[in-house]
């Protein structure tokens, strides 16, 4: 029988080779361990990454969609808050002139400027941006969607320099924040075309085709800048009268813009639903992923125990080996 002995060198090597292996399978349990999830996703899942795959498609496209959704909660919630001014501005506005029937000279004056710097809030609020893009100016973002308001009132002035009654004054000033001729092409910088639908989802889609040159808007712009130029008629008698005018029609405008936030809001309500079911749709594919790639954490713990105590033994042997020496055995 022929016998069969490593020399010195051999097992030394072969020692080296399996410390390193029970080395390495401790450190891939005891990740494995940690995190409750395979390291080796080709051994766990034998080669089929089919359903892996599907998942990690859902997840990356429904994070697309939850970052688009952030970004429409963002826009609409610059568009609230932009209406909510106008509204707030308008309203105390109303208020003001409506007590302009019991004032002085001096008091219609004073409204005057007030509407003029009123109206300029208005504009400004308008001409709202989000990340860098013109919320009310259509499908063109980079830009503001309105001229200044110094701007618009100077251009309304030489539009409407031929009216000398109460009346003309009033048409002209409304016929020029209707026409496309006069707002539209001086006031109004924005696109005629709506901005494009946002896709938050594979069937949601959310339009936000409010824009500042809406019928609406303009209405309580007009009011606005009647209020802002009775000053020029000072002494024609009227300038009264269209002070509480503008303050009348201001106050009638109100349901108008309550309209246009309940709209929006309407949409704000949506966009945050969606948001929700996307989150929802994001834990479910994670816990997919960890069913699909998760370890027992009980057999785990038990190999890793295994590989341990491997590990001990042959530290054990290596140094009972290392001991050995021929002066023990003379």
């Given at each position: 029988?022929k016998?069969?002995?490593?020399?010195?060198l051999?097992?030394?090597f072969?020692l080296?080779?399996q410390?390193s292996s029970?080395s390495?399978?401790i450190a891939?349990l005891?990740?494995?361990?940690?995190?409750g999830r395979t390291t080796?996703?080709?051994?766990h899942?034998a080669?089929?990454y089919?359903?892996l795959s599907?998942?990690?498609h859902?997840?990356?496209?429904a994070?697309?969609y939850?970052t688009a959704?952030?970004?429409?909660?963002?826009l609409?919630t610059?568009?609230?808050?932009a209406?909510e001014?106008v509204q707030?501005t308008?309203?105390t506005?109303a208020?003001?002139?409506l007590s302009?029937g019991?004032?002085t000279?001096?008091?219609w004056?004073?409204?005057?400027?007030q509407?003029?710097q009123?109206?300029?809030?208005?504009i400004?609020?308008?001409?709202t941006?989000y990340a860098?893009?013109?919320v009310?100016a259509?499908d063109?973002?980079?830009g503001?969607a309105?001229?200044s308001a110094?701007?618009?009132?100077?251009a309304?002035?030489?539009?409407i320099?031929g009216?000398?009654?109460y009346?003309?004054?009033?048409q002209?000033?409304n016929?020029?924040f209707?026409?496309?001729?006069g707002f539209?092409t001086?006031?109004?910088?924005?696109?005629?075309?709506?901005l494009a639908?946002?896709k938050?989802?594979?069937?949601d889609?959310?339009?936000?085709d409010l824009r500042?040159?809406?019928?609406e808007?303009?209405?309580?712009?007009?009011?606005m800048?009647?209020?802002?130029?009775s000053?020029?008629?000072?002494d024609q008698?009227?300038?009264?009268?269209?002070?509480?005018?503008?303050?009348?029609?201001?106050?009638e405008?109100q349901?108008?813009?309550?309209?246009?936030?309940?709209?929006l809001?309407?949409?704000?309500?949506?966009?945050?639903e969606i948001?929700?079911a996307?989150s929802a749709e994001?834990?479910?594919l994670?816990y997919?992923?960890?069913?699909?790639?998760?370890?027992?954490?009980?057999q785990?713990a038990t190999?890793?125990?295994n590989?341990q105590?491997?590990l001990?033994?042959l530290?054990?042997?290596?140094?009972r080996l290392?001991?050995l020496?021929?002066v023990?055995?003379?």
């Open positions: 029988m016998l069969v002995s490593m020399g010195d051999a097992q030394t072969a080296r080779r410390n029970l390495a399978e891939k005891t990740e494995e361990l940690a995190s080796t996703p080709a051994t899942l080669g089929d089919r359903y599907d998942i990690e859902r997840s990356k496209t994070q697309a939850e959704t952030n970004e429409a909660k963002g609409t610059a568009m609230q808050a209406l001014n707030n308008s309203e506005l208020a003001d002139l302009a019991h004032a000279q001096e008091t004056n004073t409204l005057s400027s509407a003029e009123q109206f300029s809030t208005v400004n609020s308008l001409n941006s860098g893009r013109s009310f259509g063109i973002t980079n503001p309105l001229a110094d701007d618009i009132l100077t309304l002035r030489t539009a320099a009216a000398s009654t009346d003309d004054i009033q002209a000033v016929d020029w209707m026409s496309d001729a539209g001086t006031a109004y910088q924005g696109s005629d075309q709506n639908p946002l938050l989802g594979e069937q889609t959310i339009h936000l500042a040159d809406a019928s808007l303009r209405s309580l712009m007009a009011d800048a009647l209020a802002a130029i000053q020029d008629y000072a008698g009227f300038q009264q009268d269209l002070l509480v005018q503008s303050g009348m029609n201001l106050l405008e349901d108008n813009l309550t309209g246009l936030r309940a709209d809001g309407f949409a704000e309500e949506r966009i945050e948001g929700v996307l994001q834990l479910s994670q997919a992923r960890e069913t699909l790639l998760g370890v027992d954490e009980y785990t190999e890793l125990e590989a105590f491997q001990e033994a530290y054990t042997l290596t140094a290392s001991g020496s021929l023990n055995y003379l």
